[in-house]
């Protein structure tokens, strides 16, 4: 269904949880493990031990997303927070990757390195044909807009706003479309998380599971070929948390390449890969 609302402009292509997952992770990883073992990619390999690319289309490489070398130092007043150290990851179109890790690992300061909310300390991040990391704070705004669909733990969609105006806001905001389309595409977007029937109430008059269904359909206003979430489905119970997940799969089907930060096993089970993040390093990445 949503191909059908697709647009040609596409580019080729913390929140604190109370649950430790210390202890908790290793049956995810035993399960994908053993569900396609062959398929583990050595985390941290190198350029030279890649194959080379049949259809480069950035940086003579051929993944979606690339991290390099990536480094977050917070300054805090007990001195300099290695968030992450020297983080290296790929992430190839289509994928569908759950990002899994105790609390306070750094899986957040990872995917904001994606979306650019957050800036490395030293490193390179690419995705698609841009160095996220060498665009100006103006420039990354927009860029995101485009490129990245972001999805938060608790929806963040703007309270005075009706759900239909909140999801033609990212397309006002980076000016795609026509004013006249706007309207017209947010409403096929709700249709296609099933929320047309609420376009016009306020936030605040659905339910969680609602306003996150919109929050995706916001996502997707600018159709951008990734979408990053950070805990999509932790407000939500394991039911609604279902749905929102199976949302996730469909536009996957669809073409979209998801990173998905995760406490939920259930969920981390059913991805296409697992990256398992701790004190501020990729430990394990299980395909
Ligand atoms: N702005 C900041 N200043 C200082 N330290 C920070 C800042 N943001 C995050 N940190 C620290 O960096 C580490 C990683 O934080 P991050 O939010 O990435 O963890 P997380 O894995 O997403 O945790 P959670 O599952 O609780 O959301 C934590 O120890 C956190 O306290
Ligand atoms: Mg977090």
Redesign the pocket.
């Known amino acids: 269904m949503l191909t059908s609302i697709q647009s040609s402009h596409t580019s080729p292509a ?4 109370p649950l430790n997952l210390r202890g908790n992770i290793q049956p995810v990883l035993g399960l994908l493990r053993g569900r396609n073992h062959a398929r583990s990619k050595a985390f941290n390999s190198h350029a030279s031990d890649e194959p080379a690319c049949e259809d480069p289309y950035r940086h003579g490489n051929c993944h979606l997303i690339e991290l390099k070398r990536v480094v977050k130092i ?3 007043p007990a001195g300099k ?1 290695h ?1 992450l150290r020297g983080v290296n990851l790929r992430v190839d179109t289509h994928e569908f990757v759950a990002v899994i ?10 995917i ?1 390195m994606i979306t650019g909310i957050d800036r490395p300390t030293s490193g390179e991040v690419f995705v698609g044909d841009t160095a996220v990391h060498k665009l100006s704070e103006g420039q990354m705004a927009v860029w995101r807009g485009k490129h990245v669909g972001v999805i938060f733990q608790f929806f963040q969609l703007l309270p005075t706003l009706t759900l239909v105006e909140n999801v033609m806001l990212p397309m006002d905001f980076c000016n795609t479309y026509a004013p006249r389309e706007r309207y017209e595409r947010a409403m096929q977007l709700l249709a296609h998380v099933d929320m047309a029937n609420h376009a016009h109430k306020l936030p605040s008059a659905v339910s969680g599971g609602q306003q996150q269904r919109v929050a995706i359909a916001r996502a997707l206003a600018n159709d951008p070929p990734i979408i990053v979430a ?2 999509p489905t932790g407000n939500l119970d394991s039911k609604t948390a279902n749905q929102v997940f199976d949302l996730f799969t469909q536009l996957v089907e669809e073409g979209k390449t998801i990173l998905m ?1 995760t ?1 939920d096993q259930d969920l981390a089970r059913r991805v296409t890969r697992a990256v398992l ?1 701790a004190d ?1 390093e990729i430990k394990d990445e299980i395909c």
């Open positions: 913390a929140f604190h949880h917070y300054d805090t927070f968030a890790g105790k609390s306070g690992s750094g899986k957040s300061t990872l904001n950070d805990e930060v406490h993040v501020g």
